[in-house]
């Protein structure tokens, strides 16, 4: 590295220092000390490593950054600006305003040049492995060269995260030598000393999975530089153990935790400054020089560009519409069905499971394994690691495949945060969560859902459906593939009864009626899902027999049923009587539709291990069983 | 180790492999696999290693075993019958059964023996790992030595999942020299060969830990003896890598995914059973010799117990009461005045956090931090490990402690199946989940809690509360100490306004009445919940302005509220009119307090990065916003 490299690389990470302090400092909020920390590290990056085109921040040829450490946004925001994106130095001033494209941390669609959302500590490292696993899948099935890098910057946090742990163990199982993982190694998180709570040997630990792992003084840029020009060539995953100190230059604070989250103020900021000869009373400067560096760095490179891709979308629908199905299958089955179809009709379709193909039915026979071996595999098998296989289908989504993942529904609370980040990013993730009830029988409470729907239904931007048959899994699948937001199928073990009267279109309405009353009054509306519509239908055919007039509705998705316009809903639900809802899992949720006094046949317990049939009449979930208690009801 | 003395082990290793297979036929559900590729580790357990009473399962000097791979209960159960423990072999024979006590995954309470509930994977060595500690902190404080074991059995998929890494961290940050994991390590897991996802070196990653490692024959009774009694005299806790045939004497199927997860089948048991010198075609067969083994063994040998301290709860409540609290803090802040007057008082309360205890607010200035050279600290540093920090604390509360962690109540995402198996054990943990809703402020919609409440409510067994105030947060604690159940606080951190109407006896009871209407008619019902409570009560004297009939319902614990009788929800939302929820989280649940038609002022999107004022503005929670639209809405 020539001297004035060096010198422009070390003018720039001061800089960040001085743009991020100021910007936390006049948010009166936000985290120092990782950018303080890490300017050299960002420095190097943005001036020295990645290949990018700040005016064309899309770019598909592009090395990928991701802070999994979001909390050191101001960084990062700071960084982009001076490297030329299009985030303004007001920009920067308005850092965690209302709709600023500043936000607290990084926001994935918010800010050009920020790769995905990142905060939830762990996380980045899983999705940056689901985007570099992504350029390995398409770059192995595509005539044009993907050899991008994925680099992510970690702190102490995100090695201690158990999300970290699977998606590493998976990169070095898998082999993503696409995949740097920078880690600041600054002996301090939030609370205190990592002293007191993380003295692993987090490099030995990586080297177990199979990674390059080197160490470095994240300070010196020379270093820095060496060991990422290194990573270009290792023929596994790079783990970079950056040594640094927190806040470095901040007289008062550096390399103690209260430097981690807190503002410096102004007095502190302006001492700080000068550690590094900055102007101490100068707000928000940036060197003319450190723009004239990346003004002549991108007047001269230009990055050559691959099309992205689109997968056509309208035969896989017609070809789902037409399929033959075995009628009464498990709706997982139904599923599996499906899978092949679009297996062959989208290209970008990928799927995989956490060591549960064969029982959450997501296998697709023709699709080949993923392996390190053969990147063009369809099914990626994740091992036992929701999380992490969660945060990596986003990581695939934001690559432009389309990604389906399976395990047991009650297994979505390992996966609960990265579901949350995919509907906060609109990624049209799809998961397949299957066993969707008590009625998978003998694994008892530990396996079967109850409160899973609800903690589901109530996540914003997640359509969640729970189809009866075949027809409604098929729109189900329509829906997925054409929604621009995750989605969430609840698919059933145990073999259902196909209905008669499903629709698809019904069923892409969230909710429909699938049995008119008979008469000219109503005594009750039934409301059912999934497994149990095929029960609502007997109840009702019961409550005839005693002379009551029935209307059962299906509702596989609140979510759709919801976007629906008012008429429409009132068509649905709208007359007056008795509301029941009839689903094999919690109530909680139900009463938007049945009201205050409906009759909820739920269950609100755990559950237990014995064989479905028995588990129905303990839990009352027969047709006489049900019958009666709504009759007593009324 | 004498001739006999392996005779025995191997006959009571093959006694065990026969019953657990014909335990899964008889049931035609279950897990054969393990049953026979762990048979010698069972028997040097129980035969060998473990010092347990049958007859008084829950001495407390016992050494514990927790079976972290929990679907292969059959081999407990097998184990735990003959080894003399009250599991008769018609238990085993209604393996899975409706209320049999020999359900498809082990349950805590349901089964003597069985140390707690496990099935969801990696979550054993986690809890085993609370348990461990409990054992190192109430050893440091008594007199008494408290020198037991904790002895898990894991497999690839428990060595695969985030949560046992965390927890394999801490143990070995904290020196956990009483725990000891037995890895099957059998190269299968359900989907297939782990050379498909799981090619880590794991005793590497475990040295980086800080743990002794050792690898083993785990057919071999002596290496399973020796590796077992090394580890009572280990610096460190100790992996023992136990190299297995999975289904070990199937001719068809041992060594292949196929025998993991299924019955074997009649003709295939048999020929097990032969490959082993079994007969062949008797069932649930147990050599007299068996029996006579463990009827000697427990005849002869007597273990010293130690009394159980019981804390004093009563006099911490009544401090509780009395405790005198500034104005208008933050609920977190008020929780952690109140922490402190439960420290002084309750010696078995513990605290701990997720690396946020001085931003969780649960830290105890007066306990001391826990550490591997003081396990009498009252205060546990659990590091950035969620997931592991709740199952541990699922640990602590088995051992009869009275565990408190904290973190932001958006990461209690990453801790939801730990809190869902405290709920089904029934265990009195204490989640204090601070940050508790959009009004975090700056950090962001990462950070801020929208759904969180629902998927918490929804969830059987747990009691949530969002307190309002110091009136309402005194209560929280008041039933949370006194609850044999999970119970999850749910705090601001911002400041609040004290309420002048609120009560004890009213937040206890779930919901009361704060403010009644003034008239004799009833227009508007406000229900409320935290910190929206203050809001609530300026919206109604809004309202009341415009010449409105208003009843303001504080409602802090939904569970709570629904236990009470009829009459008394009656009293309080039984009064017909128009029914309005104030809560600044998801709307998702509340419809079943102010029916369909009821207006329901929440955030049902992600919120957004700026300060707490300009999201009070955006969202509408301000008096003027939610008046009008109530207003509108009449």
């Given at each position: 590295m020539t001297p004035e490299h060096h010198h422009n690389l070390q003018l720039i990470a001061n800089t960040i220092r001085a743009l991020s302090i100021d910007a936390v400092d006049e948010a009166n909020s936000g985290h120092p000390g990782l950018p303080l920390g890490c300017a050299e590290i960002f420095s190097v990056l943005y001036g020295d490593f990645l290949r990018f085109s700040p005016k064309n921040p899309t770019l598909h040829s592009r090395d990928r950054f991701v802070l999994s450490a979001g909390h050191g946004s101001a960084a990062l925001y700071s960084t982009l600006h001076i490297a030329g994106f299009e985030v303004s130095l007001e920009d920067i001033k308005r850092f965690r305003q209302l709709h600023s494209i500043t936000p607290g941390h990084p926001e994935y669609r918010e800010t050009p040049g920020v790769e995905t959302t990142t905060g939830p500590l762990g996380q980045g490292i899983a999705t940056a492995t689901g985007m570099a696993l992504a350029a390995k899948h398409k770059g192995a099935k595509s005539p044009h060269s993907n050899n991008h890098m994925v680099v992510v910057l970690a702190g102490d946090g995100c090695m201690m995260e158990g999300i970290s742990s699977e998606a590493s163990s998976l990169a070095g199982h898998l082999k993503l030598n696409n995949l740097v993982v920078i880690y600041d190694s600054n002996d301090i998180c939030l609370d205190g000393p990592i002293s007191e709570t993380f003295t692993e040997n987090v490099g030995e630990r990586y080297r177990a999975y199979g990674w390059n792992v080197v160490t470095i003084d994240g300070h010196s840029i020379p270093e820095v530089s060496k060991s990422l020009n290194d990573s270009r060539h290792s023929v596994t995953p790079t783990l970079i153990i950056a040594k640094t100190t927190i806040g470095k230059g901040s007289p008062t604070y550096q390399g103690t935790s209260d430097v981690h989250g807190k503002p410096l103020g102004r007095t502190e900021s302006a001492t700080t400054k000068q550690s590094f000869g900055f102007p101490s009373e100068t707000r928000f400067h940036v060197p003319a020089s450190v723009y004239d560096f990346f003004n002549a760095k991108y007047s001269t490179v230009t990055t050559p560009d691959y099309p992205h891709r689109q997968a056509p979308i309208l035969p896989t629908l017609e070809a789902i519409k037409s399929l033959e199905i075995k009628p009464n299958l498990a709706t997982r089955a139904i599923s599996q069905a499906i899978l092949q179809t679009i297996l062959t009709h989208c290209p970008d379709f990928i799927g995989g499971s956490a060591d549960l193909s064969c029982s959450d039915s997501t296998f697709m026979k023709l699709g080949g394994i993923l392996s390190s071996s053969n990147?063009?595999?369809?099914?990626?098998?994740?091992?036992?690691r929701e999380f992490a296989m969660a945060a990596a289908c986003s990581g695939l989504a934001i690559e432009g495949l389309r990604p389906l993942c399976g395990t047991f529904l009650t297994f979505s609370d390992y996966m609960k945060n990265a579901i949350r980040l995919a509907a906060l990013m609109n990624l049209p993730v799809i998961y397949q969560f299957t066993h969707d009830s008590i009625f998978l029988g003998e694994d008892g409470p530990t396996h079967q859902p109850v409160e899973h729907l609800a903690a589901l239904r109530s996540m914003p931007n997640l359509t969640v459906i729970r189809p009866a048959d075949i027809t409604e899994t098929k729109a189900a699948w329509i829906h997925a593939l054409q929604s621009q937001n995750p989605t969430a199928l609840i698919l059933t073990r145990q073999a259902i009864n196909d209905s008669l009267n499903t629709s698809i279109d019904g069923a892409m309405a969230g909710g429909y009626i699938v049995k008119q009353e008979s008469g000219s009054t109503l005594d009750f509306t039934i409301i059912s899902t999934g497994s149990e519509l095929s029960l609502a239908l007997q109840v009702a055919n019961s409550l005839e027999a005693h002379g009551k007039q029935v209307r059962v509705v299906s509702l596989p998705s609140f979510e759709l049923f919801d976007a629906q316009g008012n008429d429409y809903r009132q068509s649905v639900l709208g007359r007056p009587g008795q509301f029941v809802s009839i689903e094999a899992q919690s109530s909680f949720g139900w009463h938007k539709y049945i009201g205050s006094d409906g009759v909820a046949i739920s269950i609100d317990t755990f559950g237990l291990s014995a064989p479905a049939a028995d588990l129905a009449t303990h839990f009352g979930f027969t047709e006489t069983a049900i019958t009666t208690r709504i009759l007593g009801n009324k």
């Open positions: 990147y063009t595999g369809r099914n990626i098998k994740y091992g036992v």
